[in-house]
């Protein structure tokens, strides 16, 4: 499915390209080799900042001050498509191309491809802040549904154009006509709003349909919360979108004073249980926390996999860190399977510290050794 990838500028590396001849891509080397960049790079073609929701401008070449630009080329079956970023004198911008075609966006690359990534940091995403977990369940949403992303992105926007139009205007007191703007920004902003919640609110119901009959991975219960969703699932407005324009516009002041939208999908929190002991996720061992978010990664990944006719890049960067050589098999298992399964569709890149870690996968996969800021296949 990628035939190669090429990475320039970008991070650690100045220009490396990887040949890829196998489904299965592992790549192994010391704590801070740079493993973690290519699959970072990697997803950047999922038009997010990448698994570390970095600012763009962070990724390119650190070691050369006069580097402005970064980039990076998927090459599959169909095409070639690359993501980058060039520094500006005020403003830095986004570039994709197709080929040599420059375009605005990477929907061409979307409409054949999909990209999902486990890492080493959502090991303890039960124990972050409601904003982890959120972009968490978001990176689903953005599978099942093509336009979340924008609505996410248009959202945002409309809320810091209403905050901002609150900080100028509030002190000398809202004028008819400035309420009357506000009317408008907050009825988009519902309608975002809205879709952003009702689209949450559905891929907790996929997981939970979808998890994994294994009983080596806790059964789960999970469900999105806050007021708006209390609303959608059953509040006593027969309307959630004139309650929650109605909120937004009494909430003006205290928004104000706050500087934070106090009612939406931002204030939300996607909750797990572990369904046979009946504790929240947060409050499982280490282990369980561990085995409860892969089996519920698993879970999408498999079901997803049945009804979305894209290929998908599967990135799991350092996930087998700390899991005794059961379960570590246990999702090799899982990975041998999906391959075996679905070889046209799908392509899994895998990092850790130790290529024996690997072996269950050594008749599959092809290891490349990540060391001295070079990559060197094995």
């Not at 100028?168 to 408008?184: A, E, H, R, T, Y």
Request: charged share 30%; glycine share 6%.
């Amino acid at each position: 499915m990628i035939k190669y990838l090429r990475i320039n500028n970008f991070r650690n590396y100045n220009d490396v390209r990887l040949d890829i001849d196998s489904n299965i891509v592992v790549l192994y080397g010391e704590n801070g080799a740079g493993k973690t960049n290519v699959l970072e790079a990697i997803s950047t073609f999922s038009e997010t900042n990448g698994l570390r929701r970095s600012k763009y401008e962070e990724m390119i070449l650190s070691s050369d001050e006069k580097r402005s630009s970064w980039n990076a080329v998927l090459s599959t079956e169909s095409a070639e498509f690359s993501s980058g970023y060039t520094l500006g004198e005020k403003y830095g911008k986004r570039i994709y191309k197709v080929g040599d075609k420059s375009v605005r966006n990477l929907s061409e690359f979307l409409k054949e491809n999909y990209i999902l990534w486990l890492t080493y940091e959502t090991d303890r995403l039960f124990m972050q802040s409601p904003s982890s977990r959120r972009d968490f369940i978001d990176m689903f949403c953005c599978v099942q549904d093509r336009i979340h992303n924008s609505n996410l992105r248009n959202y945002e926007k409309l809320a810091r154009e209403r905050l901002k139009i609150l900080k100028k205007s509030f002190d000398n007191g809202l004028s008819s006509s400035v309420s009357s703007w506000l009317d408008i920004v907050e009825s988009k902003l519902a309608d975002y709003g809205l879709k952003i919640s009702k689209n949450r609110i559905a891929t907790t119901k996929t997981l939970e349909k979808g998890q994994l009959q294994s009983c080596e991975f806790p059964k789960f219960q999970n469900k999105m919360t806050g007021a708006l969703e209390d609303d959608i699932l059953g509040g006593e407005s027969d309307s959630p979108l004139d309650h929650y324009r109605s909120e937004l516009r009494n909430r003006r002041q205290k928004d104000f004073f706050s500087g934070i939208t106090t009612f939406g999908p931002n204030r939300s929190d996607w909750k797990v249980c572990h369904k046979e002991k009946q504790i929240a996720a947060f409050m499982c061992s280490a282990g369980e926390q561990k085995m409860l978010l892969s089996g519920v990664f698993l879970a999408f990944v498999i079901s997803n996999m049945k009804n979305d006719d894209r290929n998908l890049i599967l990135l799991l960067d350092d996930v087998i860190a700390h899991l005794d050589a059961h379960h570590r098999n246990l999702i090799f298992g899982y990975i041998r399977s999906l391959v075996g399964q679905n070889s046209d569709k799908i392509s899994t890149w895998l990092s850790g510290t130790d290529k024996n870690l690997f072996g269950e996968l050594s008749d599959q996969a092809t290891f490349y050794n990540v060391h001295d800021n070079c990559i060197r296949k094995c």
